[in-house]
T-cell receptor, first 113, second 112 residues
Framework: DSGVTQTPKHLITATGQRVTLRCSPR?????VYWYQQSLDQGLQFLIH???????AKGNILERFSAQQFPDLHSELNLSSLELGDSALYFC????????????FGPGTRLTVL | GDSVTQMEGPVTLSEEAFLTINCTYT??????LFWYVQYPGEGLQLLLK?????DKGSNKGFEATYRKETTSFHLEKGSVQVSDSAVYFC???????????FGSGTRLQVQP
């Protein structure tokens, strides 16, 4: 158990819909990273928050957004969903602002029908 | 940009066989290097890391040495078990040090 929690574990929805994925980092970790894992793209970095502020963006679509709240949990919002958004979404937390050791949650499997 | 290249899988071995999973990297400077493991249905777990050239990371019988001469960080284990069956990812901080960039992953299947 990494100490990082993600909910829900599975999510099935339809094209055009909007969903919210939730992540709670390990106690004491201020950084939250979001990654997308798909069969064709592998693991792709989406976005990084540190102590409530956005620090870096990766390959995140404009239809996707995220935020980190004062209690340090983070939410990833995916809207106007397409079939190609079906993937595993992981969050990872770490103590630092630089990409060193990261602790991953169990992931949310999103299926868009 | 900074990147890692891993050997294609799947790698299929018998129990107690020797394992090598190749990883080579391209990087500016000498960043930390990582191996993560993903067991079926789970998230990634840090397996080991090395923070500078010639460092050897080790954990659970796995080892990897940071070799700047060959820009490699190959993962090795002397005797694999069925429970080692998983996907293994080599990783390093990406260009600009924004996040980790991962290799494509190598699936290991260990047969009894």
């Amino acid at each position: 158990d990494s100490g990082v929690t993600q909910t829900p574990k599975h999510l099935i929805t339809a094209t055009g819909q909007r969903v919210t994925l939730r992540c709670s980092p390990r106690s004491g970790d201020l950084s939250v990273y979001w990654y997308q894992q798909s069969l064709d793209q592998g693991l792709q970095f989406l976005i990084h928050y540190y102590n409530g502020e956005e620090r870096a963006k990766g390959n995140i679509l404009e239809r996707f957004s995220a935020q980190q709240f004062p209690d340090l949990h983070s939410e990833l919002n995916l809207s106007s969903l397409e079939l190609g958004d079906s993937a595993l979404y992981f969050c990872a937390s770490s103590v630092t602002t630089v990409p060193d050791t990261q602790y991953f949650g169990p992931g949310t499997r999103l299926t868009v029908l | 940009g900074d990147s890692v290249t891993q050997m294609e899988g799947p790698v299929t071995l018998s129990e107690e066989a020797f394992l090598t999973i190749n990883c080579t990297y391209t990087a500016t400077g000498y960043p930390s290097l990582f191996w993560y493991v993903q067991y079926p249905g789970e998230g990634l777990q840090l397996l080991l890391k090395a923070t500078k050239a010639d460092d050897k990371g080790s954990n659970k019988g796995f080892e990897a040495t940071y070799r700047k001469e060959t820009t490699s960080f190959h993962l090795e284990k002397g005797s694999v078990q069925v429970s080692d069956s998983a996907v293994y990812f080599c990783a390093l901080p990406d260009t600009g040090r924004r996040a980790l960039t991962f290799g494509s992953g190598t699936r290991l299947q260990v047969q009894p």
